[in-house]
């Protein structure tokens, strides 16, 4: 099986996408894949993943959220997961 991950970062206080955000990829503990959200608030993390549990780590744009982790589990296909993150609050969602 192969998988894809990408992630959208949303900054609901300012209304704007969050550009300059890293977001990590972690299996077992260990950095498999990182990157930076660019000026829409997008990035591409990984191809051609192996089916499995992995966790996933912003540092967003907050005063209060200085991490968030969110440990998923990515089948065949592509998985894309949005973070809206403002000063009092964060979600996720699995997006399309």
Do not use: Q
Not at 7 to 35: K, N, Q, S
């Amino acid at each position: 099986m192969s998988c894809s991950l990408s992630t959208h970062v949303l900054d609901l206080a300012a209304g704007v996408p969050a550009a300059g955000v890293v977001v990590e990829l972690l299996r077992e503990g260990a950095v498999v894949a990182d990157a930076r959200t660019g000026a829409d608030g997008r990035a591409r993390l990984a191809e051609d993943l192996d089916a499995g549990v992995y966790t996933v780590r912003f540092h967003p744009p907050s005063s209060f959220f200085r991490r968030v982790e969110l440990e998923v589990t990515l089948t065949d296909g592509h998985t894309h997961l949005p973070l809206l993150v403002s000063p009092y609050g964060c979600a996720s969602y699995r997006g399309s």
